[in-house]
T-cell receptor
């Protein structure tokens, strides 16, 4: 079975540019999570969706960040404008049943570098 | 803020030895999970232990949970070089929203 698929795997761009990260969850999963991982702050939950609806976005750092889930098989995380402090590895994860009691399945992440 | 914190931050052992990692958390939980992350990859779920369970096994993995001390441990027996990875605990703080610790970096020398 295909796991969670994220693209791109690596992104290098200059500050001020718009960055769009993409995620395809596992088919049949109805919850999707976006995380950011840095050495300083560890793994932070940014936002999660249940049945394509954003449930909790309290982890989104600021208005420059936005996330959408137009359908059950696709989600985007957008940063506009990007800043060097946004450099991190961004992970998408999905699971079933809308509860974190089910194991989360992670993609391999997007390594983002903002110059 | 971090709900679960792993200890030690780094662990280096020889192949065949046992590796023990600990996780402490601050508030009551429903469940606690352990994940592994290989370099450059996403996290992989290892084991989930519910708040009413005290011990759980999966292959060479043994997880214990002490809710009175708000702590959990992950034991990997007879470690292998392939076990080299970072290990994270995830707790829900009773809210069903997972919070991950900073992880323990395990190196197993062949």
């Amino acid at each position: 079975d295909a796991g969670v698929i994220q693209s791109p795997r690596h992104e290098v761009t200059e500050m001020g540019q718009e960055v769009t990260l993409r995620c395809k969850p596992i088919s049949g999963h109805n919850s999707l999570f976006w995380y950011r991982q840095t050495m300083m702050r560890g793994l932070e939950l940014l936002i999660y969706f249940n049945n394509n609806v954003p449930i909790d976005d309290s982890g989104m750092p600021e208005d420059r960040f936005s996330a959408k889930m137009p359908n059950a098989s696709f989600s985007t995380l957008k940063i506009q404008p990007s800043e060097p402090r946004d450099s991190a590895v961004y992970f998408c994860a999905s699971n079933l049943a809308g509860s974190w009691n089910q194991p989360q399945h992670f993609g391999d992440g997007t390594r983002l570098s903002i110059l | 803020s971090q709900q679960g914190e792993e200890d030690p931050q780094a662990l280096s052992i020889q192949e065949g030895e046992n590796a023990t990692m600990n996780c402490s958390y601050k508030t009551s939980i429903n469940n606690l999970q352990w994940y592994r992350q290989n370099s450059g990859r996403g996290l992989v779920h290892l084991i989930l232990i519910r708040s009413n369970e005290r011990e759980k096994h999966s292959g060479r993995l043994r997880v214990t949970l002490d809710t009175s001390k708000k702590s959990s441990s992950l034991l990997i027996t007879a470690s292998r070089a392939a076990d080299t990875a970072s290990y994270f605990c995830a707790t829900d703080g009773g809210s069903y929203i997972p919070t991950f610790g900073r992880g323990t970096s395990l190196i197993v020398h062949p």
